[in-house]
C-alpha cells in the first residue's frame, strides 16, 4: 500500500477551508476519510450574548446562490441592510410565492448606505416562501427566499 | 452622547471596546465574518451581525457593509480598534458622512501622518528631531546620488508603507540598483504607491513612542513612553513603560516638546509618535499612528488610566480631565503578544483551542480573543491573546511576566510562548541592554 | 532566606503562595489530598505530596502529614493560608519545633487573639474601642442578669468561636434560656469549649475591617480598611477598599490607633483587625485575625503592594520597606466570591467544570483555583474563584463588576453569580447604604 | 503481515499537524485507519507541572490494606515520611521477597516527624515484590510492596 500524502494533505486543507467535519472519498476500492470532531465545548462562553446569531456558522451561501439541500434552496443575502420586497413602498412585491423566476430577474432590493441593491435570481424555479419581511434587517448570508428549483 | 457603539474589529481589541463600553453604559454592536459567528466579540456584544465571508476585504474592511450595519442596527458611533479600517481617512469620512461619530482622529489627520515622506517632514516644522532622510527617489540615478549625499549604511523605504513593511537595508552602493527595482514593485503592490526615499540607518537603535491624547477644547496629554525594541521583523512582541534608556529629564523634555507640536496641529483623539533612540541618546521622530495601539495597556497599567474610555470621552466632546498623577508613571508594566504561531519558523498555526489556561493572580491582566473550543482562523492576524503584568519594579514586572507565561497553556495551537521565555531569561533582556536587533541576534 | 516553601493549603489561596513564591525564585511544594491529585494547585507546584485522603480531618488538617511532606521535600517554610491550620497555634509551634519557617503570626499571638472574650479584654487594655460586653456567662440566672444589665437586644457568643459561628441574637429575655442551652452545646460540639457571653448587639452595622502588617524590628503598618457588609449569614461575599463610611480623620485616628496597639503588642506577619461600625459612627473592635484574609486583594489593589510577599520578606527577618504611597489608597477595588452553590438556596454545588470564561480585560484581577475539566469536590470551602476589580472611583469599579460578571461563565456547577449581580444591580448598594443586614433585607 | 511503520508515522503527524480526529485510508485489501479521541478536558493545564505525580488519583487504597487487583495486591503508605525495610540501619529487613507473611506482622517503618510508624500486613499471603527502596520518601497511598494473597 502506497499513501498519497499529498493528496491526503489537499483534502486537510479542504476541510479546514469549508470548515468541515469529515470528507470520505471512495473510488473503485480505495478509500480516504479525513476526520475532525469538533473540540468539546469546555470553556465556551455560551450565555452572555444576547445577540441573536441569526447567521448560522455553517451557512456555505456567499453568493445570492440557490445551495442545494434537502428541503429545497435558498436566495440568501449577500448584503447587510434593509430587505424591500418592492421596489416602492406602494409598489407591488417583485415576487411571491408560487411566482415562477429565471435567472437575472430581481427577487428583492436590499437597502444598505441608501443604495438600492437589487439581488437577482441565479437559477430558475419557483419561489415556495419568503423568509424576511418586508422593511427588516438582514444580515450577510440570511436566507430571503425558499425556492423550488426546475 | 451616543448611547451604541459599533465596534468594527474583532479578536481582543473588539473585547477590549466592548469592556470599556460595557462599563459605561453604551450599548455594543459586534460586526463579524462568517467563520467568526461564535467567536467571542460577536458572543460577548450585545448584537451582533454578520458582514460577509472570512475573506477580511469582504468582511472587516468592507466600508459598505459596515455602514450598513451601523444602520440597521441604529449605532451612533464607530469605534475601528487597530489595523483594517482604523488607520483609513475614507472609512473615517464616510462615518462622519453617515452621522456616524467615528471614535478616533480626523479624517485629514490621518492623511497627514498617513503618508510617512510629509509626515516627517511635518514633523520636522513643528519641531521633532528627525533622522537624517531624503526626498522621494526620482529614479536610479536620483538615488545613487541622494544615498552618497547622506552616507552608508541607509535605509531604502515605502513613502506609504507602515508596520515595517518595504524596509531595504543597505551597506554601500553595491547591489542598489536591484533593490531599488524590487522595493518600487513591492511598494506599489503592498501600498499601491511606489514612492521610495532614504533614511539614515542606525544599526542597533531602541523603539521608543509616546502615547498622546487629544480633545476637542485643545488639551494634549503625553503620557509618557514605551519601549517597544523587542521586534520580530519590525513586528513588535514585547512591549514596556516606561523605559529604562529614558532618563526624567529626556522623558520630560520630550514630553514638552510633542504637547507643543501636537497642540499646533490640533491632534484629537488617541495617536502614538515613534522615535528610535541611537546608541549616544538621541531621540528622532520615526512615525505618527494616528489610533489605539495593541500595546496601549502597558501605558494604562502605569498611568492608572482605560484609554479606551478617554477615546469616548473625546469624541463625545469633553475636554480631558485626567488626574494629576496619571502624568507620571507608577511601578513598571510589561506586555507579551502571544501569537498562533510556531515559536521557531514563525509559521502562523491556525486551530481549534483544545486547552486553555490563562495566568491570573496579581498584577496580571490578560486581554484575550480566544477560548476553550474556539477557533482560530486562518484569515486574520495571529494575535490571539495579550499577557500583561504591573509591578512596582521592572526587575519584579520580569519575574511576574515569567511566572505568568510559565502559568499559560494554550492547546491545540503552536503560540511563541517559548519564544517569550527565551527573552524573558535572557541577561541582556534583564538588565535591559535592547535593541530592535535584539531578536534577530537570539541565539536560539 | 528559605529556598523552597510548602503551602499547607489548596484552591486558589494555594495558587497565590505558589504565584508570589514563583515570582521570587523560591520554590513550591503542594500537599494535596488524593481527590485533589489533580487540582490546579497540585499541578503548578514545583513538587506535590499527596498527604491523605479527600477527608479534610486526615489531609490538609492533619499536622504530622503535613510536617512529614515538608521533611521528605526538605521545604524550609511554611505558608498556612487561611482556614485549615492557619490560626492553629500547635500547627505553628509543630513548625517551629521541626525547624520550619512559619510564614504567619507567633503562636502565642494566635492564642492571645484566638479567645474572643480575652481577646475583646486585650483589646480594650490596648485601648481599642470595644463593644460594650459581658465576662463568661456562668449558668441561666447569671445570663438573665448580665442580658438585663447590657440591655437588649444582646448577641450571644461562643467564646471559641470564629467566621460568625455559634451566635443568636436575644431581643428580650424570653425564650434566653432555650437558647442559652442549644447555644451551649453547639459550641462545645463545634468549638469544643462551651463558654458563652454577651455582647451589645446593633440592628444595621457595618463590617469594617483594618490589614496591618508587623515585622521582626517593631514595625507596624497600617493598610487602610476594607468594608466587608455584604455577608449571609456571617460570611463575606463581597468586599471592598476603601469603605464609603469612613472620613479621612476616622480612618487615621483608627489607623494610630491600631498601630500604636499592635506595637506594644509587638504583632508579626498579616492580620486584620474586625469593627462594627454603628449608625453613629462608632467604630467597635470585633475580633482580630491573625492571618492572611480571603479578601485581602482589594487591600493590594488599591495600595499597589503584595501583602504575601510582605509575609515573607517579614518571616525572613527583613524589616517593612513599603513605599509611602502605599498608606493612601488609589481607586477603589471591589472583590466578589464565587462560590459553588446554588444562588437561592446556597445548598452547595460541586462537580466538573464543563465551561469556563473568565473575565479580563483593564483593571481585571482574577485568583482562582479552577479550570475547565476540573472537579469541584464537595468535601471543602464552595469559594471556587475570586473576581476583583480595580479602578479610580467606586463607581467606576461597581460598573467594571458588572460587566466582569456578565463575561464570566461557569458551566457544569452553579455558583453564586446571580446573587452578586442582584447586589451590585441595586440602588443602595451602589450608593453605599449597606449594612451586614444586606442580603437578608434583599427582596428576592 | 508487514507494518510499514514510517508510513504510519507519517500519517500520525498529519493528524497532529492537522489537529484531526482521524485518518482513514483503504487501498485494494489493505486499511489504516489512526484516530485519536478529543480529549474532553479542555483548559486542563497539564504541561506545567513539574511535580512527579506519583500517587495515582485512583488509587483507593487507604490504609496498609490489599485491595484485589488483576495482577495482586499492594501494601499502600498510609503515611507521608520515610520508608524503612528494617528496624535500624545495620537490621535485616523485616520482610523479603518470597516470605510469608501474617496479618499483624510488621512489614517495613514509615518514618514521619521522627516517629517510626510500623506498616502491619492486614491479610496473609506472600510478598512478591518490594516498589520501594530503602530510606526513600514515599507518599500517602503509594505503593510499598505486592503482595500474592492466600
Sequence with gaps: ?150 | MFEKVLIANRGEIALRVIRTCRELGLRTVAVHSEIDADALHTRLADEAICIGPADPRRSYLHIPAIIAAAEITGAEAVHPGYGFLSENSEFAETCAQCGLEFIGPLPEQMRLWGDKVSARALAKSLGLPTLEGTDIIKDIEDAVRKAEALGFPVLLKASGGGGGRGMHVLQSKEGLRSVFETARAESRAAFGNDSLYFEKYLERPRHIEFQILGDTHGNIHVLGERECSIQRRHQKIIEEAPSVALTEEMRSDMSATIRRAMGEVGYLSAGTLEFLLDERGELTFLEMNPRIQVEHPVTELVMGIDLIHEQIRIADGQPLALPSQSLTPRGHAIECRINAEDPDTFAPSPGVITELHMAGGTGVRVDSGIFGGGRVPAHYDPLVAKLIVHAPTRAQAIAKMRRALGETIIGGIRTNIPLHQRVLEHPAFEEGRISTKFLEELPT
Design chain 1, 1 to 150: 500500500m502506497k499513501l498519497d500524502l499529498d493528496q491526503l494533505r489537499e483534502l486537510i486543507r479542504l476541510l479546514d477551508e469549508a470548515n468541515l467535519t469529515e470528507i470520505e472519498v471512495e473510488q473503485d476500492d480505495d478509500r480516504i476519510r479525513v476526520r475532525r470532531d469538533p473540540a468539546p465545548a469546555v470553556g465556551v462562553p455560551s450565555s452572555e450574548s444576547k445577540a441573536a446569531h441569526k447567521a448560522q456558522s455553517s451557512g456555505s451561501a456567499v453568493a445570492p446562490s440557490a445551495p442545494e439541500e434537502d428541503d429545497g434552496a435558498y436566495i440568501t443575502s449577500p448584503f447587510v441592510g434593509t430587505f424591500y420586497r418592492a421596489p416602492s413602498p406602494d409598489g407591488e412585491p417583485f415576487v411571491d410565492i408560487g411566482d415562477s423566476v429565471v435567472p437575472g430577474q430581481v427577487l428583492c432590493i436590499v437597502e444598505a448606505m441608501k443604495l438600492m441593491n437589487e439581488i437577482e435570481a441565479e437559477v430558475a424555479g419557483t419561489i415556495v416562501e419568503v423568509l424576511v419581511e418586508n422593511g427588516k434587517p438582514v444580515e450577510y448570508g440570511d436566507r430571503l427566499f425558499r425556492i423550488e428549483i426546475g
